[in-house]
């Protein structure tokens, strides 16, 4: 149940893009259930990797303006400087070091197609199983119309369209516990019928800090609401997990019983994280467990296939959050 690609594990250093996502966070965790879990509960194809097919373009489209996507084909590096973040307001380069890159920026464009079609993989094999954890994923910044915050494209939103469009789903949940806002998602899927979205994050900080609205008063994308948001405020942290409860309980009152629940399930709420832009929420590592316990034992009782994607976490000691939540899992769902 755990699907796992050595391509999801691509470091963006390797391209030149000076960010702290290491690679340590899914080779830590892999090794973690390579020792842990019995072989035989992991399906060979998925654990020990073909290479996952790049996601179609009929499935970005879902999500995506056809502009974006062809761009992206046409001339990836443009679009992925946008994503992430490689000028800076003066036009200077940022956080890119082409001098010390292995790889030419171009080439990543193909990766983050295999990590994409491996989400998908992911989740159309949590549909007939029940359940799958994605050691990657969650890319919740990215828009309709372009990459954002370290996200090309919105594998969270692409799942969902596809589950809907082409699979039957009729009513899907996506809960969203990174310490970011699910900004991408939430203007994604903002009117989409049957598909709900649920974000909990800090109140400010990016890209909340910004401007409401832009120059011409109109709502800067990122503000799009989801269905249910709930915001924590630096002083607020001692409320985060009564906040996160209730907030699950309006969920479960407002929308029918889901067939499918995806977990964006973030780890840099975590105190010892070390990106700047998450640090309004600081967790102790307690609490990370208190978090995911409340959430899976409430989405359990919605007996609904069930897929997590890893989503953000930085620094050498985002890994803990997941394997201590995974030893949990273990004993909960009976893995050998
Ligand atoms: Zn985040």
Known sequence: ?????????????DYGIEIPMLNQRVDQIHQ????????????????????????????????????????????????????????????????????????????????????????????????????????????????????????????IAINALTLKNEFNCKNIWIIDIDAHKGDGTAEILNGQEGIHTFSIHQKTNWPLDSERYDKEGKLNPWFIPSDIDIEIARDENHLYLSKLEQGLEELSQKYPQPDFIMVVSGSDPYELDVLPSADEIQLNLEDMLLRDKLVYNFIKKQESPLLYLISGGYGEHAYKVYIQFLEYLKKERGWR
């Open 1 to 13: 149940m755990f699907i796992y690609h050595p391509s999801i594990n691509f470091s963006l250093i």
């Open 32 to 155: 973690w259930v390579g020792a842990n879990i019995d072989k035989s509960l992991l399906d060979s194809k998925l654990w020990l990797g073909q290479r996952f097919d790049p996601i179609r373009k009929s499935r970005l489209l879902y999500a995506h303006n056809e502009n974006f996507i062809e761009n992206s084909f046409k001339s990836p590096k443009s679009e992925l400087f946008k994503t992430f973040e490689l000028y800076n307001e003066a036009g200077e380069l940022n956080r890119y070091r082409p001098e010390n890159a292995k790889a030419d920026l171009d080439s990543l464009h193909q990766v983050i197609l295999e990590h994409i079609g491996g989400s998908f993989e992911a989740a159309q094999y949590a549909l007939q199983n029940g359940f799958a954890f994605y050691l990657g994923g969650g890319l919740h910044h990215a828009m309709t119309f372009g990459g954002r915050g370290f996200c090309h494209y919105n594998d």
